[in-house]
């Protein structure tokens, strides 16, 4: 969104003079409160003025009227900020209400304190900083969302030199690394609470999650056949050697098999996860930069290029490890042997029924469940050695399967760290200092119709200011009798 008017909906509050003039002379006409809705809605509708709504905490925010305007205009609130005031004599479900969101303010709320009586400006922000640091209720509502000097931050403001740009750049690199360190990290997610896509831990878990069962899901160990892959490959490498000795390039042999049937699996996800922190990353990036839309090309364009080279290097990771489990077998994980030794332990039972052709030829394993072994009676010499290679290869997949996982979830959530700490920061930086990206300084310009507008916009304040002296002497002539006998 631009940078957007600095007309905080003055409609909310002043009509033009001429048109305030024009009711007054007229009286109260019957349709005044369409008259006055009329003239709101001219100043709300264009899609580049900032909807200001100022709400009293005392009040349920879904029946204000103004929200109801501005919600015909803006749907999405998108363009829309709340005020909140008299905070101080409702604190009571002041915190529910602007976490909530029921009236749907995209560019969010914020609580000030009103100035009391005769307090100058800076004791009005001192006060106000206090209530909203030692109320027990107030002092719970995130300090993002309070105070005047907040508020002046969010609204969109010009920056007039290189200190004051260069400030405001790192002000919003803060924040934003803030910001993405509670989403990505720590699994905060009080800035966007209705927000499901948001709410990243959660959301990495139960990508993390899928893709655990993608990777069990694949099905080696058909009960058709049983062992005959094992027979086959067996038969193919006999030779004149010691009985029942396994060479280990068979057993490699199979493992290679699996991991190949899965190698695209990790690759899937790697793209899937990247895609999402893209998402996440350029939803807050651009949140931190929205009143700076000359800084947002650059940093936009910083952010994806670091994530690209993130997920390469992810990639280039994958086939690694895929590829270490292509070349070796090992590991000093004690489940292996627990599940081979378990495995085996059916290993008497299945060949008493492979060699008593009178029994049944159905055979229960645990692990595998029923399988009919009939068609291993042909086989006699090399079943054995069939299953024990089996059960190595089901036990030791086991161990590949959860390798994948776990090294993935360490590498992700590493990679992902680093990326927010440090690499981001210096990517951005990086990008703006380029000499495309027009440094610094870049953030001191304003496009034709921004600065066009602005100029406007001033000339709107100066009238306004005349203005007001104007109506009120309008207003005293029509509360003073007397004066209106002697015109």
């Known amino acids: 969104m631009e940078s957007q008017s600095m007309l905080m909906n003055f409609a909310l509050q002043m009509p033009s003079l001429m048109q305030l003039m024009k009711l007054l002379d007229m009286g109260q006409p019957e349709d005044i409160y369409e008259q006055i809705s009329d003239i709101i809605k001219t100043y709300i509708s264009p899609q580049e003025t900032i909807i200001l709504n100022v709400l009293s905490a005392t009040v349920d ?4 009227e103004s929200i109801r305007m501005s919600q015909k205009v803006d749907k999405t609130g998108e363009r829309t900020l709340a005020v909140v005031t008299k905070g101080d004599i409702a604190p009571e479900g002041l915190l529910e209400k602007v976490i909530a969101d029921e009236v749907n303010i995209r560019l969010g709320y914020f609580c000030v304190r009103n100035r009391i009586e005769n307090e100058t400006y800076e004791e009005a922000r001192k006060n106000e900083a206090r209530l909203f640091s030692t109320h027990p209720l107030l002092s719970k509502i995130d300090k993002s969302m309070v105070g005047v000097p907040v ?11 290189v200190t004051e740009a260069l400030t405001a750049f790192m002000r919003i690199l803060s924040s934003f690394k803030k910001s993405i360190k509670k989403i990505l990290v720590r699994g905060e997610f009080d800035e966007y609470p209705e927000e499901k896509e948001m709410h990243c831990t959660a959301k990495l878990v139960e990508m993390l999650d899928q893709y655990s069962n ?7 160990d058909e009960k058709e056949d049983f062992l005959m892959e094992e027979i086959k490959a067996l038969e193919e490498t006999n030779g004149i ?17 699996r991991v190949k049937e899965v190698a695209l699996i990790p690759e899937d996800f790697v793209d899937r996860v990247w895609n999402y922190i893209e998402r996440i990353v350029m939803e807050v990036l651009m949140h931190h930069c929205e009143n700076y839309p000359t800084l947002q090309s650059s940093t936009r364009r910083a952010a994806q290029n670091l994530i690209v ?15 270490m489990e292509k070349q070796t077998d090992y590991t000093c994980n004690p489940g292996y042997l627990a599940t081979y030794n378990k495995l085996m332990g059916q290993q008497q039972t299945f060949m008493e029924i492979i060699y008593n052709p009178g029994k049944v030829s159905v055979v229960s394993l ?12 042909k086989h006699l010499g090399l079943v054995q050695q069939g299953f024990d290679m089996k059960m190595r290869v089901i036990a030791y997949w086991k161990i590949v399967l959860m390798r994948l996982v776990d090294s993935m979830a360490l590498h992700m959530m590493f990679t992902i760290q680093k990326m927010i700490n440090k690499d981001m920061e210096e990517e951005i930086v990086q990008e703006l200092m380029a000499p495309r990206g027009g440094g610094i300084e870049r953030m001191l310009d304003e496009s034709p119709m921004i600065a066009e507008k602005r100029n406007r916009l001033k000339e709107s304040v100066k009238l306004l200011k005349e203005s007001k002296e104007v109506v009120s002497n309008i207003m005293d002539k029509i509360s003073s009798p007397g004066d209106q006998e002697r015109d």
Do not use: Y
């Open 214 to 220: 993608e990777l069990h899901s694949k099905n080696f």
């Open 309 to 323: 080279k993130k997920k390469n290097e992810s990639v280039e990771w994958v086939k690694e490890i895929i590829g």
């Open 241 to 257: 050697g010691l009985p029942n000795f396994l060479p280990r390039h068979l057993f490699l042999s199979a493992m290679q098999k």
């Open 366 to 377: 645990k692990g595998l469940g029923e399988i009919d072994v009939g068609h291993l009676r």
């Open 61 to 64: 925010f879904p029946t204000c």
């Open 151 to 161: 508020l002046a931050q969010k609204l969109p403001q010009h920056l007039s030199s």
